[in-house]
């Protein structure tokens, strides 16, 4: 009896050893990010007085490949090679000719992509002797991957996580605290900005702009015993994230194919960076064309609607200027429950890259989304995080489209997180308490219009 | 740059595509189960009542090996096989010399090993034509996996949870929902067997043995419609879950290792058989000298204080009566978060092996299993389900021996689940508002004193 093969995984010894920094392939390199004061490109020395050193070398490389420490490679191997695998039966749900593969990056022990970057950032903070560090966290994956990573090196990590997943998701502040860390709802009364905030909007719902505010501020007035870090946007983050494409890469190679098509959801970039990176290299250097798609929420469209601009990272203005697709820092998404998904940029890499037409971007309403995450539960038996519910709507249309045009394709996607943690959105779902929020041109012309003071 | 290997993991043509059946190498076979009423050796067409045809073909059978169907196999390539993980860093945090290896059935899609057996009989139920299947769920893992498996065939099913469980923990609920199945808290006055334990104590939390006799009596009453099906206990289940153990073999073999001890939490005894048996073959058909040893909760000690007796499987009488180790069926276990091992008796295989010796039995208190499910989160980053610390905290009393003796030795124990959705369990040990349970010898001799009235 001879089955099929679903699942193509690699062994410890045929894991990749170094990440990809797509910046060295980049036919327009990234613009400088600015100093918020000074408005002049931000030097090395100012990101450390907030990031660990080696870090920031990284966020400014322009190596093509960078070695992942031993430290690291050994913790990856808790989890990964994470399985690429053939959904069989979903496309037979779909009746499409296509053929779908899928990422799975939900076999982490924090159950998403995150702790990708996570770990490296705990260990490079831990190399430099810190002790403390702080961050924010939007639909708590990022706040518990790095709650898991910064246990392995006895980090004391402070998590402001954002108001309406705070009261969304229990169970994550729980995962948080039984790995140890600290878990503060934003905006705060702890800093200045989330006082700010409160000031004006006492019952204030938070975004990840506010969080991130809050995290940085904490860090700064900490100099020398706090670092900061964050779990998306930066190119340091998404350079951690190549690991999924690169695992990928071998991984489609071992199935025989290659994708025609490859789809990340896009919160701040770094679970479609991470897939999405390798197979751009594969266009640029090997003559390949494969389109790369980033999909966002219709209720936070910043990169099919936004402006490219240089804004800041965070609602109050502490972070450095980044060249971005923006839908401006004041932008206040909806409460979605894909909560990774409500950030109001992109960053420079992704910006650049979509600026110079190297990827593509879709929006999709969250009902759609919610639709296509049960299919997918039915039919690949995975229950996802809804973030990722956005990556399989895509694949779900352009399965479609291959139908309808009687085409085959290969379309791969990254399934960037499970949901167990978030299943008070599904049930909100199977309430009918949930609907889709369109954002009108008045609203994103409004909050963009802000933008113009900066510069 | 050469990393150590942590994790072994076996293609999908690598897997191994039969179960292995306990009964076949056993030096005295079970005792037969017996009909309820008439006390006399139950028969397949009895059995085939409430459970699908071929399950009972698998029950009875004598064959050493049994052929996994295709579908099935197909199934379980969405996740296994599962990695067998070398645990590094709770070594170093223990500074013992020996070696532990874990097998990690927690990255199946519901979070544990139970869709092991529920793929299978669903997919038996299937072929049979059978549309609606009952089950009851203690810790809520046995459920979840059922829903799951059910979707994959279109199958309606009601699950009987155990209602402090159903209380303690929404999201099991709320994953049964997900993949479509009814839940319902057991006790339950939808069934006689419910209304009858309600007239008696309106406020009562419920155990595994109830919500199977609400279960059984749905499909007894519902005859060629409805079927019930089992996570645990029965022959069939356990030897579904043997693809733990064969697969586990085949990966220490991989490690060039071969383990001295091998540990699994009990409950019914389903992921213990299925990492365990395949380890006793190799004891009793290639010579080795491997010991096995079941742990199970001090508050539900039926290995090592119960009887060994013919005895129901639930509380009621409807289940045949099996030959165990028993607490009494009307033993009514602690409210302790491990619920998944809050049951009164073993299946006839493991109860058999137990009572000539070929396998060893450990019960440990509540505070010492979360005191090593911690342990465990901080070193290998992966939080246990409550069941599973009791083979953690087995395991850490293995390494502390041999540090002791100043010997190595190889351990390998089953992480059977994730306690990500059981994370309520954790808060209230952080709380500390958990306790042991020691259970008298009043209570065990009283429980047990019942039975004598059955035979």
Known sequence: MKTKTKKYVLTDDQMPTQWYNMVADMPHKPLPPLHPGTKKPVTKEELCSIFAEELMDQELSQERFIDIPEEVQNLYKIWRSTP????????????????????NESTSPAGSHKPNTAIPQAYYNYKQGIK????????GQWGSALSFACKFFGINLKVFMVKVSYNQKPYRKLMMNTWGAEVIPSPSSLTDAGRTVLAHDPDCSGSLGIAISEAVEMAVKNPGTTKYCLGSVLNHVLLHQTIIGEEALRQME?????PDVVIGCFGGGSNFAGIGFPFIRQNLCEGKNIRVIAVEPQSCPKLTRGTFQYDFGDTVGLT??????TLGHNFQPSDIHAGGLRYHGAGAIVSQLLKDGLIEARSIPQLETFQAGLLFAKTEGIIPAPESTHAIAMAIREAQQAKEEGKSKTILFNLSGHGLVDLYAYEQYFAGNLKNYEVSDETIGKSVKELERIL
Chains 1, 2 share one sequence.
């Open 320 to 325: 450095p200027l980044i060249p971005m697709y």
């Open 254 to 258: 071992m199935a025989g194919d290659m």
């Open 132 to 139: 403390n560090m702080t961050t924010e966290t939007g639909g």
């Open 84 to 103: 690429l695998v053939r959904a069989y039966e979903l496309e037979k749900a779909l009746g499409t000719p296509a053929k779908i593969y899928f990422k």
